[in-house]
């Protein structure tokens, strides 16, 4: 059976690969750049960037998935909210919070219903273009900036309070960030390299594997501990399994962007930026 799911007329098209899951695709989105999971309700959420990428335009958008993925709402939060969003990219949830980042601020949302209730300004740290956003089992946040070379920790628990976890050329360009489930260590995308490295508590960065990739942009983990990234321009996905072993488990893709991982059902989430849709993968 083949379903698939256009924005437009909210008709779906999804794909039956497994007992367990139910694959889906979305069409009808603009600029699709990430694309997650709520861990807890199992509900999705897609940012789209909807216009230049760097600009401060509003154009930029949150579209809302049920678990199934039927599209809830197309503009589940936009401009029209309390404050602009422009150019929204990387995504977390914390609790009741969804977090975006937004070229230059950290906003976040209330998760039911799109209401602003968090929108931390990061110029005065250097921000020019936050690229991806991720949190740790404790509930911190950290923000890559691929422009400002640095990586950013937000700690909810503390007020939000704000500080420079790595900055430098060491970095080289940090893009999609994501947190190992089974060591809860930070693992970072060196966009000029292509290569993948763990970020220390301390700020250090030290190579994960021994292998290059094609201007890699997403980065997540399933259950197990196997990581997953994307190579935007190659159209690829890769596999790297906890003993470092590299495998391409998905090629001739449209721009594959930020991916996720929904580590319930066993899909991989892959947004096609350029493609203007979503789509999910089974994982075995």
């Given at each position: ?262 580590r319930r059902n066993h899909l991989l989430l892959i947004p ?13």
């Amino acid at each position: 059976m083949t379903r698939a799911t256009s924005v437009g007329t909210m008709a779906l098209v999804c794909f039956l690969l497994s007992p367990a899951a139910e694959a889906f695709e979305v069409s009808g989105l603009a600029m699709p750049e990430s694309f997650i999971v709520d861990r807890l309700r199992g509900e999705y959420y897609i940012s789209n960037v909807a216009g230049d990428p760097v600009g401060k335009d509003g154009h930029g958008f949150i579209t809302k998935l049920d678990a199934t993925g039927n599209v809830i709402a197309r503009k589940f939060i936009d401009s029209t909210r309390e404050a602009p969003l422009h150019a929204p990219k990387g995504l977390a949830i914390v609790g009741d919070y969804l977090f975006v980042a937004d070229i230059d601020h950290l906003k976040g949302y209330e998760k039911h219903s799109g209401r602003l209730r968090f929108d931390l300004d990061l110029t005065a740290y250097g921000a020019v273009s936050l690229t991806d956003v991720t949190r740790d089992a404790q509930g911190n946040l950290y923000v890559s900036d691929r422009q400002g070379n640095f990586i950013a920790k937000i700690e909810p628990i503390r007020a939000y309070a704000i500080s420079i976890l790595a900055r430098g050329a060491q970095l080289g360009r940090p893009n999609g960030l994501a947190v190992n489930p089974k060591t809860d260590r930070l693992v970072m995308v060196n966009g000029e390299e292509g290569r993948l490295y763990e970020v220390a508590a301390d700020g250090r960065v030290n190579p994960l594997v021994n292998h290059t990739f094609k201007d890699v942009g997403g980065v997540d983990f399933d259950a197990a501990g196997n990581l997953y990234l994307s190579s935007i321009t190659g159209g690829t996905i890769y596999k790297v399994t906890e003993e470092g072993a590299v495998s391409v488990i998905a090629e001739h893709l449209v721009t594959p962007a930020d991916i996720g991982v929904d580590r319930r059902n066993h899909l991989l989430l892959i947004p096609s930026f350029d493609g203007n849709s979503v789509m999910t993968l089974t994982l075995p």
